[in-house]
C-alpha cells in the first residue's frame, strides 16, 4: 500500500452531497478549527495512517469544514466539540457521530457505521430535533425568568472554586454579567480565578477553558470572541467596583488583541497552542526563540464587532485613547469591508482574499448593531449604521415570532431552519438600546417578541444562557436611560458613561434632536418625566435618588 496515501478533502458544498449521491457513499464530515490542537493532533495521529486514509477515501465522501468560517454548519452538526467526525446521507441527515478519534477508535466507527450503510442506507439518517422544524416553546415575558436565571447562579455556583458548574470551567463572560447585577460576589470572584487561570501573564490575552474543576489544565487557545467578551466583562466589573484588578487584564487583553492578533486593519480570529514544549510556561524572551503558535487572521464580522464594543466599553470607563482609536479602526474596517457588501445593511461573515464567506448570520448581525449603538452613545455616531443591519436581519431573518440563525437555504441540513437562543439574547440585547436610541417600539416589540419564543420552556434554561434573564429583566421594567444635552466627550457625557448600571444606555447630544433639551445638562428619564442635572455630581445624585425610590 502507497505510505503517500492521504485524505482527499472535499469542500463543504452542494458538489460533495452530488458525489456521495452519485456514488452511494455516506460523507464523513470532520469539523475542524485552525485554534484546535486536538484537531491537528487527528490529522497527524488517525487521518495520517495509510490504511485509515484509504478506507475513508474508497467507503466515504470526506469533507473538511473550518467551524469558524461556516457557522452554521458547526452548529448543524457539531458532536459536543472539536474536532467532530459526523457521519452523513448524501441528503446530510445525521447517521452518526464522535469527537476525536484514534486510529484504533477511528477504525471501529468506520466499520460500524459502513454496516449501517449497507443495511439501511440514507433510511438510517436521522434529524436534530432542533431542525425537526417544531414551533419555539413561546410563553409570557415575565420578572420570574429573572428570578429563575439569578436561581441558577446560586445552584450552579463552585464556591470552593468559583465559576459555574462542576467539571470543566470556561469564563462564561456573559453569565459574569448578569451575575454582577444579581450576585457580584459570585461574578467577582469567578472573575478572579479567570484572571488567575487563565490570563496569559506574559503577552496577555486568555486561552478558552480549564479542563478540570479547579481551573488546572488549561487548553491554551487564544479565541478573538472569548478575549474581547472577556474585556467586556472585567471593564463592567471595574465599572462597578473602582478596582484596577479589574481594570489590568483587560488593559493586558486589549495590548493583545491589538498588537499579536492585529492584521494593520482589524483583529484576527485565533491563536493555536505552541507545538513542541510548553511555550505559555516560558517568559518573553525565551519565547522569542520559539516557534509562535499557529494564528488565524481572518477578520470576522462577528467577532471584531464584538471586540470594538468592548474596547469602546473600556476607554467609556477609562478615557483610553489607545482602546478608542482601535475600536475606531475596527468600526471602519467593518463597514469598508463585511457591512453592505451585498446590500446595504447586510453583513458578510468574513473576506479573505478571493474568499467570501456566508451573509447575513443572526450572530454577526446582533454583534454588529450593538457595536454600532455602543459607538452611537460613546462617539455620538453609528446609530445608523446599526439600524440598516437591524432592520435587514428583521426582514430576513424574523419569521413564526422568532430569529433563524441565517439563511434557510444551502446544502446538507443548512436548508433547515436553526432558531439559536444564544444569538436571539444577543439580538434581543442590541435591539432594546436600538429601540433607545432611535426612539422606535418596533425594535422593542421584536426583541420582546423574540425572547417570548423561549419562555414557555424557561425553566429549562441553564445558568450558560444567563444572559436570556438579562434581556427579560430588561423587557419587565423601566431602563436606565440618560440623555445628555451636551457635547460628545465632555465631564457630562463622561459620567453618564460611568453610572454603574452596564445595561443603561445614554444618549448624547440629545439637544440636537429635541428642543426640550437644554444645552449643558443631562436628564434621567423616567416614562415621560425627565429629572435634570447640570454637573456631574448632580447627575450621580439624581441617579442615586432614583435608585432609592
Known amino acids: 500500500m502507497d505510505d503517500q496515501t492521504h485524505v482527499e478533502w472535499r469542500e463543504w458544498g452542494q458538489e460533495a452531497f452530488d458525489e456521495a449521491q452519485e456514488s452511494n457513499k455516506p460523507v464523513l464530515l470532520s469539523l475542524s478549527?485552525?485554534?484546535?490542537?486536538?484537531?491537528?493532533?487527528?490529522?497527524?495521529?488517525?487521518?495520517?495512517?495509510?490504511?485509515?486514509?484509504?478506507?475513508?477515501?474508497?467507503?466515504?465522501?470526506?469533507?473538511?469544514?473550518?467551524?469558524?468560517?461556516h457557522p452554521r454548519v458547526r452548529e448543524r452538526y457539531n458532536m459536543?466539540?472539536?474536532?467532530?467526525?459526523?457521519?452523513?446521507?448524501?441528503?446530510?441527515?445525521?447517521?452518526?457521530?464522535?469527537?476525536?478519534?484514534?486510529?484504533?477508535?477511528?477504525?471501529?466507527?468506520?466499520?460500524?457505521?459502513?454496516?449501517?450503510?449497507?443495511?439501511?442506507?440514507?433510511?438510517?439518517?436521522r434529524v436534530p430535533?432542533?431542525?425537526?422544524?417544531?414551533?419555539?416553546?413561546?410563553?409570557?415575558?415575565?420578572?420570574?425568568?429573572?428570578?429563575?436565571?439569578?436561581?441558577?447562579?446560586?445552584?450552579?455556583?463552585?464556591?470552593?472554586?468559583?465559576?459555574?458548574?462542576?467539571?470543566?470551567?470556561?469564563?462564561?463572560?456573559?453569565?459574569?454579567?448578569?451575575?454582577?447585577?444579581?450576585?457580584?460576589?459570585?461574578?467577582?470572584?469567578?472573575?478572579?480565578?479567570?484572571?488567575?487561570?487563565?490570563?496569559?501573564?506574559v503577552a496577555g490575552g486568555f486561552f478558552r477553558y480549564a479542563a478540570n474543576r479547579d481551573w488546572s489544565d488549561v487548553n491554551h487557545e487564544k479565541l478573538l470572541d472569548t478575549n474581547a467578551a472577556l474585556v467586556?466583562?472585567?471593564?463592567?466589573?471595574?465599572?462597578?467596583?473602582?478596582?484596577?484588578?479589574?481594570?489590568?487584564?483587560?488593559?493586558?487583553?486589549?495590548?493583545?488583541?491589538?498588537?499579536?492578533?492585529?492584521?494593520?486593519?482589524?483583529?484576527?480570529?485565533?491563536?493555536?497552542?505552541?507545538?513542541?514544549?510548553?511555550?505559555?510556561?516560558?517568559?518573553?524572551?525565551?519565547?522569542?526563540?520559539?516557534?509562535?503558535?499557529?494564528t488565524d487572521l481572518t477578520v470576522f464580522a462577528g467577532g471584531n464587532a464584538l471586540a470594538a464594543e468592548a474596547l469602546l466599553t473600556y476607554h467609556a470607563y477609562t478615557d483610553d485613547d489607545h482602546a478608542r482609536e482601535y475600536a475606531e479602526r475596527i468600526l471602519d474596517s467593518l463597514q469598508t469591508d463585511l457591512v453592505g457588501r451585498e446590500r446595504e445593511g447586510v453583513v458578510t461573515h468574513y473576506v479573505a482574499g478571493d474568499d467570501v464567506g456566508e451573509s447575513l448570520l443572526l450572530e454577526d448581525h446582533a454583534r454588529v448593531v450593538a457595536a454600532f449603538c455602543r459607538a452611537?452613545?460613546?462617539?455620538?455616531?453609528?446609530?445608523?449604521?446599526?439600524?440598516?443591519?437591524?432592520?435587514v436581519a428583521?426582514?430576513?431573518?424574523?419569521?413564526?415570532?422568532?430569529?433563524?440563525?441565517?439563511?434557510?437555504?444551502?446544502?446538507?441540513?443548512?436548508?433547515?431552519?436553526?432558531?439559536?437562543?444564544?444569538?436571539?439574547?444577543?439580538?434581543?440585547d442590541a435591539l432594546l438600546d436600538l429601540a433607545l436610541l432611535t426612539d422606535d417600539e418596533r425594535y422593542r416589540d421584536v426583541a420582546r417578541e423574540s425572547v417570548a419564543a423561549f419562555a414557555g420552556a424557561a425553566d429549562r434554561i441553564g445558568v450558560q444562557v444567563a444572559s436570556?434573564?438579562?434581556?427579560?429583566?430588561?423587557?419587565?421594567?423601566?431602563?436606565?436611560?440618560?440623555?445628555?444635552?451636551?457635547?460628545?466627550?465632555?465631564?457630562?457625557h463622561r459620567a453618564a458613561l460611568r453610572i454603574a448600571d452596564h445595561e443603561k444606555v445614554v444618549?448624547?447630544?440629545?439637544?440636537?434632536?429635541?428642543?426640550?433639551?437644554?444645552?449643558?445638562t443631562a436628564y434621567l428619564l423616567d416614562g415621560d418625566e425627565r429629572r435634570a442635572a447640570e454637573t456631574p455630581e448632580e447627575l450621580m445624585a439624581t441617579v442615586a435618588e432614583h435608585a432609592r425610590l
Open 33 to 69: 478549527a485552525t485554534w484546535c490542537a486536538s484537531c491537528h493532533e487527528m490529522d497527524t495521529e488517525t487521518y495520517a495512517e495509510p490504511r485509515i486514509a484509504a478506507n475513508v477515501n474508497d467507503g466515504f465522501v470526506p469533507v473538511r469544514v473550518d467551524v469558524d468560517r
Open 507 to 520: 444618549i448624547p447630544d440629545a439637544d440636537d434632536v429635541d428642543d426640550a433639551y437644554e444645552s449643558g
Open 468 to 492: 436570556y434573564g438579562g434581556v427579560a429583566a430588561r423587557l419587565c421594567r423601566d431602563p436606565l436611560v440618560v440623555a445628555v444635552a451636551d457635547d460628545v466627550g465632555s465631564d457630562l
Open 376 to 391: 452611537e452613545q460613546v462617539l455620538g455616531e453609528g446609530v445608523d449604521v446599526a439600524r440598516a443591519v437591524a432592520d
Open 129 to 201: 430535533r432542533a431542525l425537526a422544524g417544531n414551533p419555539t416553546p413561546a410563553g409570557e415575558v415575565t420578572p420570574a425568568i429573572e428570578e429563575h436565571l439569578a436561581g441558577q447562579l446560586g445552584e450552579k455556583y463552585d464556591p470552593q472554586f468559583a465559576g459555574w458548574g462542576s467539571d470543566a470551567k470556561f469564563p462564561m463572560p456573559r453569565t459574569v454579567e448578569f451575575a454582577l447585577k444579581r450576585e457580584r460576589d459570585q461574578a467577582l470572584r469567578s472573575l478572579d480565578a479567570v484572571r488567575d487561570h487563565l490570563l496569559d501573564d
Open 232 to 294: 467586556r466583562a472585567f471593564a463592567n466589573a471595574y465599572l462597578y467596583t473602582g478596582d484596577e484588578m479589574y481594570r489590568e487584564p483587560a488593559a493586558e487583553t486589549i495590548d493583545y488583541l491589538t498588537d499579536d492578533l492585529w492584521t494593520g486593519l482589524a483583529v484576527g480570529g485565533s491563536q493555536g497552542p505552541a507545538e513542541g514544549r510548553d511555550y505559555y510556561l516560558l517568559d518573553a524572551e525565551e519565547r522569542m526563540e520559539e516557534r509562535r503558535p499557529r
Open 80 to 125: 459536543g466539540g472539536f474536532p467532530t467526525t459526523a457521519f452523513l446521507t448524501p441528503e446530510g441527515k445525521l447517521l452518526t457521530g464522535a469527537m476525536y478519534l484514534g486510529p484504533d477508535g477511528m477504525r471501529q466507527v468506520l466499520d460500524r457505521v459502513r454496516e449501517m450503510w449497507d443495511a439501511k442506507g440514507s433510511e438510517a439518517g
Open 394 to 428: 428583521i426582514d430576513e431573518l424574523f419569521d413564526e415570532g422568532s430569529f433563524r440563525d441565517g439563511r434557510s437555504e444551502g446544502p446538507g441540513m443548512l436548508d433547515r431552519p436553526l432558531r439559536p437562543i444564544d444569538s436571539t439574547v444577543e439580538m434581543a
